[in-house]
């Protein structure tokens, strides 16, 4: 069964610090891989994807995340984080090997709370 | 990137009435659109997947009679509470993808539904 799991539930960074928003996987044939955005009381704003290719995948504002297929991961990064930044992180996977019906959905992981403080 | 509108992006009604939620994709063909429902500081449950013109595929513990999906065509689809509770206020999301599994979903903005 297809799963991912964001393990902390909040991260706290300095503004100009860099930041890491962490991601692992589990699926049963190649990922595509996804993180979106969401601001209170918002729909969910998609930041950036992986589905084949070069490992580390550059996104929307600044924000990029790195596939690392020993390891099941797919952390999200930024260098120099904003406070405007602040806001609910949620990774995604999808299982190349489904398509149709639910199968063919994404598998949300619990989200991040990600806080940046002036 | 595609632009995913949902109407209303909030609702206020009486228990036992039905509300209509409408999610259009603006600039593509939505093959499939999902319905989600998200709960304060969770995560996004899904709820159903409809592709254009068939019957909407329900996940477990979802009831089809209470939560009714039109796709109707590749820019529009509806979820409808009906009779509607106020267990049933939560935040409603959709998402439409396009033709291939690779494409991303885009997601509409959301709304509130409170039922009181």
């Known amino acids: 069964a297809q799963s991912v799991a964001q393990p902390e539930d909040q991260v706290n960074v300095a503004e100009g610090n860099p930041l890491t928003v962490k991601c692992t996987y589990s699926?049963?044939?190649?990922?595509?891989l996804f993180w979106y955005v969401q601001y209170p009381n918002r729909g969910l704003q998609f930041l950036l994807k992986?589905?084949?290719?070069?490992?580390l995948v550059k996104g929307s504002y600044g924000f990029e995340a790195e596939f690392n297929k020993s390891q099941t991961s797919f952390h999200l990064k930024k260098p120099s984080a904003l406070v405007s930044d602040s806001a609910l992180y949620f990774c995604?996977?999808?299982?190349?090997?489904?398509?149709?019906?639910?199968?063919?959905?994404?598998?949300f992981g619990k989200g991040t709370k990600l806080s940046v403080k002036p | 990137g595609a632009v995913v509108s949902q109407h209303p992006s909030w609702v206020i009604c009486k228990s036992g009435t039905s509300v209509k939620i409408e999610c259009r994709s603006l600039?593509?063909?939505?093959?499939?659109m999902f319905w989600y429902r998200q709960f304060p500081k969770q995560s996004l449950m899904l709820m159903a997947t409809?592709?254009?013109?068939?019957?909407?595929?329900?996940e477990q513990g979802v009831e089809k009679d209470k939560f009714l999906i039109n796709h109707a065509s590749l820019t529009l689809s509806t979820l409808t509470v009906t009779s509607a509770h106020p267990e049933d206020s939560s935040f409603y999301i959709c998402?439409?993808?396009?033709?291939?599994?690779?494409?991303?979903?885009?997601f509409g903005p959301g709304t509130r539904l409170t039922v009181l």
């Open positions: 998402s439409a993808r396009g033709q291939t599994i690779v494409d991303e979903q885009f």
């Open positions: 699926v049963s044939g190649n990922p595509y």
């Open positions: 992986y589905i084949t290719g070069d490992n």
């Open positions: 995604a996977v999808r299982d190349s090997g489904s398509y149709g019906g639910s199968q063919g959905n994404l598998i």
């Open positions: 600039d593509f063909q939505a093959t499939t």
């Open positions: 409809s592709n254009e013109g068939s019957k909407a595929t329900y």
